[in-house]
């Protein structure tokens, strides 16, 4: 083993992950980006004072990117390996973070939607369920489709009551089991209207914990903030094959 030197600022040591945290109150249940037991790997929080749900969703607020550039080098001067967020809408800042950090960043799990596109060879569309899709405004699916040719089609959740109380208003319990019900009526009511989809990316990180059961309401494959986690982890840590030839 070779010499460790101290980390300045650094309080504990090994974390795989930093995600920088939207400022705000509910309750992350297991499968959340927000619950650590989601992961089979250490990860870091690190609240954005002060980036809102308002801020970041309602208002698009751009005077916030300086504060999350800060926040980002936060987690990397205390070593993650990658830096994520647990908001979609965190897509808006993923440009500037990246540049500001010499760590992989995937702030958004909107960053997946040109590699879905591809496997679908740019002819059949992804249905994004998002958490309100009036404000999953043109100019953050351009900054998604970063270029690509890929083909869309947006439904939200934010008339959903359930999903909207404890989510986006902040109020009241989270109840699971009635999320679960209005995420997969969404998605089957999406499926419906457009046949032709070829894969579901949920844009909310508070969705994972729905996605097996939007795969089996639909039968399609779904990718989340989890799916790009671990992929970027899977990157990060390749092992030697040891087989049979």
């Not at 980390?7 to 249940?29: K, M, N, Q, W």
């Amino acid at each position: 083993m070779g010499l460790y030197e101290v980390r300045t600022g650094a309080e504990s040591y090994g974390h795989e992950i930093g995600i920088l945290l939207v400022d705000c109150s509910t309750p992350f249940i297991p499968g959340d980006v927000g619950n650590a037991s989601t992961y089979s790997y250490p990860v870091l929080y690190h609240t954005v004072q002060g980036c809102s749900l308002e801020r970041l969703i309602n208002l698009g607020d751009e005077t916030l990117t300086d504060t999350v550039v800060e926040a980002a080098k936060f987690l990397e001067q205390r070593g993650v390996k990658g830096i994520t967020s647990d908001c979609g809408f965190m897509i808006r800042f993923q440009e500037a973070v990246a540049k500001a950090v010499k760590v992989p960043v995937f702030l958004s799990a909107m960053t997946q939607l040109p590699m879905v596109g591809a496997t679908l060879g740019w002819s059949r569309p992804v249905g994004i369920i998002t958490a309100n899709a009036k404000r999953m405004t043109p100019e953050l699916l351009t900054i998604a489709a970063a270029g690509s040719a890929v083909k869309f089609v947006v439904a939200g959740l934010e008339d959903k009551p359930a999903f909207r109380a404890p989510i986006l208003d902040e109020v009241g319990p989270l109840d699971p089991q009635k999320i679960e019900s209005e995420i997969m009526e969404t998605a089957i009511e999406l499926q419906i209207k457009n046949p032709e989809i070829g894969a579901i990316l949920l844009e909310c990180s508070n969705m994972p914990p729905y996605a097996h059961a939007v795969q089996q309401a639909t039968g399609l494959p779904v990718f989340d903030f989890t799916t790009m986690i671990n992929y970027m982890v899977a990157g990060n840590h390749r092992k030697k094959f040891d087989g049979i030839f």
